[in-house]
């Protein structure tokens, strides 16, 4: 198993934007120091739930500062951008890099961004499937032709190519099983969450589908990866671990309940009735109810071992995010969750 954070860039109440951004970057830059493999800092844009409106901002500052450390991105929101910008922005960071970046992409699914840049939602889609092709073309073909939808180009010399030949690797989000079908088919590495799978198992059910589909479209699943974005948290004792924790994994609850679909009241998207029920169930989730399923890894480190473990024998997890760095908890409790991982978690996994 390898090691990465996820770093949402929220932004809760009791911190100026400057302190919360500094304390992300000085995270995602002492990854190395504490043996992490990556970092995958997330797109958000319009509300506390996150600020990093372009990752590669972000990577391109801690691809300077750091040698070894792999930089993710968790995910770029394609329907929000030109692809060939992508394309360039991205092939340009892998440069600067020395080849470290991993491209992680989605489709998006919060009503509150796609209206704020004036997207329409049910053709997000579309979009998505448009976008990827035509990152992918811009890094392996010597010049871009092009016919879509959305997007047309003719005989365009896109530059600069990636470090990495024949590209980067590329991972796509997946909330829904037919966006678990999708990754297989086109033969993508996986990111997932087992918290939008209800339980562990959930998540081990839909990456068989995952593995399935990518056999059965040619695919070998042995060359693919799979993330898994976990809520986890190593801390001295296991009671002292949920008082440290328990806060900020439930102010990401209500906060992300608020912003996953349409309001209530308003008329459902289109193909997006899987969000609002997303959005029913986190409202009414609690800690117990999180711990329990396993979407939830927090205690002293024998059981945070322990779990992780169990976590990668039911799915066959490749890398785990940890996706600790929410709700505001203090950059004082995340040195030590690291400095733990470090000492007894990580050895006993790899």
């Known amino acids: 198993m390898k090691f990465g954070l996820l770093h949402l860039f929220e932004s809760p109440a009791g911190r100026t934007e400057k302190q919360m951004i500094d304390e992300q970057v000085a995270l995602m830059e002492s990854a190395e120091e504490y043996g992490f493999d990556s970092v995958w800092p997330a797109e958000h844009h319009f509300s506390e739930y996150g600020v990093c409106g372009s990752p590669v901002v972000n990577l391109a500052a801690i691809a300077r ?31 600067l890099s020395g080849g470290r970046v991993e491209l992680g992409v989605g489709r998006g699914y919060q009503p509150l961004e796609f209206g704020g840049f004036g997207v329409d939602q049910t053709r997000s889609t579309e979009l998505f499937d448009e976008s990827l092709e035509v990152i992918q073309r811009c890094w392996t073909d010597e010049r871009l032709n092009y016919q879509g939808q959305h997007y047309q180009f003719e005989d365009l010399e896109v530059r600069p190519k990636p470090f990495q030949e024949p590209h980067p690797p590329i991972w796509m989000a ?177």
């Open 65 to 95: 500062t750091t040698k070894k450390v792999r930089l993710g991105t968790g995910v770029v929101i394609l329907p929000f951008h030109h692809p060939v910008r992508v394309a360039e922005d991205f092939a340009m960071l892998d440069q």
């Open 174 to 350: 997946a909330l829904s099983e037919g966006s678990f079908e999708k990754a297989g088919r086109l033969g993508l590495n996986l990111l997932l969450s087992p918290v939008f799978g209800g339980s562990l198992q959930g998540a081990a059910d839909l990456i068989k589908v995952y593995r399935e589909t990518l056999a059965s479209h040619g695919h070998d699943p042995t060359t693919r990866q799979v993330g898994a974005l976990v809520m986890t948290y190593a801390g001295k004792t296991q009671e002292q671990a949920r008082e440290e924790f328990a806060r900020p994994v439930m102010w990401y609850f209500r906060t992300f309940g608020k912003y996953v679909a349409p309001k209530v009241g308003q008329p459902a998207i289109k193909g997006y009735e899987w969000y609002t029920s997303m959005r029913d169930a986190v409202n009414a989730v609690e800690w117990d109810q999180l711990v329990e399923h396993g979407t939830v890894i927090c205690g002293e480190t024998d059981y945070v071992t322990e779990r992780l473990s169990e976590l990668k024998q039911l799915t066959g997890v490749d890398h785990l995010l940890g996706w600790t760095r929410l709700g505001g908890i203090s950059h004082e409790l995340m040195i030590g969750h690291m400095e733990r991982m470090q000492a007894s978690i990580m050895p006993s996994l790899r």
